[in-house]
C-alpha cells in the first residue's frame, strides 16, 4: 500500500473511472458523472459540447469533483475531492488527451471491429481537462472524517479537519 497521502491519492486515481464533475452556470449548479484519464492529479474528460456541464464551463471554467465508490459502511469511505478549473482543449493539448485516455480507456482506440457508432460519436465530442488548485483525500479507514489536504506545489501535506 502506498505510504503518503499523495501516493494513496495517486494510486486511488488510477484504480477508479469516474467522477462526479460540478459546474455552475446561468441555469445554476450541475453535477454529470463522467469516465475519466488521470495524469498525476490533472484530469481528462470528453463530452458533447452541448451538454449543461460543458456550457457551463465555457462560461464559468470553476468546477469541483468528486471520485468514490458507493460505500456501504461509513468506515470503508475513501475518495478525492477536489476544485479547480477545467478547460476545453484543442490541437496538441487534445491530441495529448487522447493519447491519456486511450491508455486507461483502450476501447476508445479505433480497432477493428469497433462500432462505427462509437468511433463517429468519439470524433465529434470535445476534450477537458480539469487542473485542480485543491485536493483531499478522504479516508475513514484511518478515522471518521479523515481527510488529507495534498500538497499541489511543494509545501508539506497537512491533514484537514
Not at 457551463?56 to 458507493?70: F, H, K, L, M, S
Amino acid at each position: 500500500m502506498p505510504d503518503s497521502p499523495t501516493q494513496r491519492a495517486l494510486a486511488y486515481l488510477r484504480e477508479h473511472h469516474v467522477m462526479s464533475l460540478a459546474t455552475s452556470g446561468d441555469e445554476g449548479m450541475w453535477a454529470a458523472a463522467v469516465f475519466y484519464a488521470s495524469d498525476a492529479f490533472e484530469l481528462y474528460f470528453l463530452s458533447s459540447a452541448s451538454t449543461r456541464h460543458a456550457i457551463n464551463i465555457e462560461g464559468n471554467a470553476r468546477v469541483c469533483a468528486t471520485i468514490q465508490e458507493d460505500y456501504r459502511s461509513w468506515r470503508d469511505i475513501k475518495g478525492i475531492q477536489l476544485a479547480g478549473h477545467a478547460v476545453r482543449l484543442q490541437g496538441a493539448q487534445r491530441s495529448a488527451a487522447i493519447q491519456c485516455y486511450e491508455r486507461k480507456f483502450p476501447f476508445v482506440r479505433e480497432v477493428p471491429g469497433m462500432a462505427r457508432e462509437l468511433a463517429s460519436a468519439l470524433q465529434r465530442v470535445s476534450w477537458y481537462r480539469v487542473i485542480p488548485d485543491r485536493v483531499a483525500f478522504v479516508d475513514n479507514s484511518l478515522g471518521f472524517g479523515h481527510r488529507d489536504e495534498i500538497s499541489l506545489a511543494s509545501q508539506p501535506e497537512q491533514p484537514v479537519r
